[in-house]
């Protein structure tokens, strides 16, 4: 499909984030028009404060649980491409589906919604982590995208959250990226697109909130 250029609207889920808020502002500068989702209209104040350069081409959609049937159905009305990035990192989850959930329902819903009748998306980025495809070795390997980080999951099935916070984080993001890909295999008929990105490590200045 061919790339979707300015002055064309974008759906940057989790804008609030680390790497959301970088996204949205690579592409207001860019030219495009930007709508950031966000889990509450508090969680949205600092983005609007953030970007009030941009005037009208910054807009923000408050997705309470993105875990919910529909949750970004309002979100991708109107958008050329998406780009998700949100997926729970932190590390006060009891249970290990407490960050498994909401990274799978929440690519799944992302996906979902584009490919309802009307849609105008062409374009879903993941933000995917080098964590879905790595996994432990004691000897030099070069891996690729044919591999899946197999090791992380099968240490949540045994041990939950007894496997540690990384482990789980992990295992959320191989779960999740699977799960768009079995998507995609499934409904051959999508009028857009996937696209994954593996950052093996994300460093920098840090434009959110409480930075």
């Not at 982590?129 to 432990?136: K, L, M, N, V």
């Amino acid at each position: 499909m061919a790339p979707v250029h300015s002055p064309a609207t974008v759906l940057v889920t989790g804008a609030n984030g680390f790497v959301g808020a970088w996204v949205v502002r690579d592409f207001l500068e860019a030219g495009y028009t930007v709508r950031g989702t966000v889990r509450s209209e508090n969680k949205g104040a600092h983005l609007r404060t953030q970007f009030s350069a941009f005037d009208e081409r910054f807009k923000v959609a408050v997705v309470e649980d993105i875990t919910l049937d529909g949750a970004f159905d309002d979100a991708v009305d109107g958008i050329d491409l998406i780009v998700h990035t949100a997926s729970p990192l932190h590390f006060n989850a009891k249970e290990a589906d407490d960050m498994i959930k909401p990274a799978v329902r929440g690519t799944l819903g992302v996906l979902e919604s584009a490919s309802k009748e009307g849609s105008t998306v062409k374009r879903i980025v993941i933000t995917a982590s080098g964590a879905s495809i790595i996994s432990p070795t004691t000897e030099p390997f070069v891996w690729d995208e044919t591999y899946w980080n197999e090791h992380s999951i099968k240490q949540v099935e045994e041990k939950g959250m007894a496997a540690g916070a990384n482990t789980v984080y992990r295992a959320s993001k191989t779960l999740a990226e699977r799960a768009a890909w079995e998507y995609c295999d499934r409904n051959k008929a999508i009028a857009w697109d996937l696209v994954v990105l593996h950052p093996p490590y994300i460093f920098g200045p840090s434009i959110q909130e409480g930075r």
